[in-house]
């Protein structure tokens, strides 16, 4: 089952979705801790990439537990917009085993940065990513 994304992947070239799913890996090994919960979404997450040696690469990562080499985002420089979607979706990933550590929070402060968003907006976003984790339901 495929994640949905606010993240408009249909827009995407090539090149940035390889960095999108890259900055999803990053975010899910940023802290140390994979968890299950973690590993399930980031392999539904991925399921736009359709590069099979990429997939591999991505997975190397995650079994490696190394956060890959990102840099500046390409594109997107008039829809803002559409960059604030995937720091919305790299969230979810981030927070779907109920935590959001410092690392992740670093991690995230980062990719913010290599989108060019506002560090203050970055910010607000961890502030709700955190509160978001106190409202998730205990796993029973």
């Known amino acids: 089952m495929a994640h949905n994304f606010r993240t408009p992947i249909g827009a995407m070239s090539e090149n940035q979705r390889e960095w999108f799913a890259m900055a999803l890996v990053a975010m899910v ?43 500046a985002f390409v594109g997107w420089d008039t829809l803002p917009k559409n960059r604030a979607f995937m720091m919305l979706d790299l969230m979810d990933v981030a927070i779907s085993d109920r935590d959001f ?39 029973g």
């Open 29 to 71: 090994i940023a802290d140390g801790e994979v968890s299950q919960a973690e590993t399930q979404t980031l392999v539904q997450s991925i399921s736009f990439i359709k590069n099979p040696t990429l997939v591999e690469s991505l997975k190397k990562y995650i079994s490696h537990q190394t956060v890959p080499n990102l840099t």
């Open 101 to 139: 550590s410092p690392k992740e929070k670093e991690q995230f402060l980062h990719i913010g940065n290599l989108l060019g968003m506002p560090k203050f907006k970055v910010e607000e976003l961890i502030e709700y990513g955190a509160k978001a984790t106190l409202d998730m339901p205990e796993e």
